[in-house]
């Protein structure tokens, strides 16, 4: 029912940036927790960063990141475009991987905590 296209992948060198984005087709975006996860091949997905519903009397909101990328990755929404952003700063090597975005009813780090995803994206980042 609720569509996710990712977009924004691409190669970048170790030490750049690369901005990804999620646009979603549901009409109540803005009730949805977002997510972004990551996969290489023979591995798990592995949780990156979420952002929680945007709550009518928050004056912000609540963020998580794992803590490989912490401090690295930002997460924001803007509810009115009904798109999710992954701002990557400071790339390593080791955040090559395939990049998907998730919708849920939950703010959790569990794959299966999600209902609805992207296709992905390719992110290679190359010394």
């Known amino acids: 029912q609720v569509q996710l296209v990712e977009s924004g992948g691409g190669s970048v060198q170790v030490g750049g940036s690369l901005r990804l984005s999620c646009a979603a087709s549901?009409?109540?975006?803005?009730?949805?927790?977002m997510a972004w996860f990551r996969q290489v091949p023979g591995k798990e997905r592995e949780f990156v960063a979420a952002?929680?519903?945007?709550?009518?009397?928050?004056?912000?909101?609540?963020?998580n990141y794992a803590d490989s990328v912490k401090d690295r990755f930002t997460i924001s929404r803007d509810n009115a475009k009904n798109m999710v952003y992954l701002h990557m700063n400071t790339l390593k090597a080791e955040d090559t991987a395939v990049y998907y975005c998730?919708?849920?009813?939950?703010?959790?780090?569990?794959?299966?905590?999600?209902?609805?995803w992207g296709q992905g994206t390719q992110v290679t980042v190359s010394s």
């Open positions: 549901s009409g109540t975006f803005s009730t949805y927790s």
């Open positions: 998730a919708a849920g009813t939950k703010f959790r780090r569990e794959h299966y905590e999600y209902d609805y």
């Open positions: 952002i929680d519903w945007a709550g009518l009397g928050w004056a912000g909101l609540v963020t």
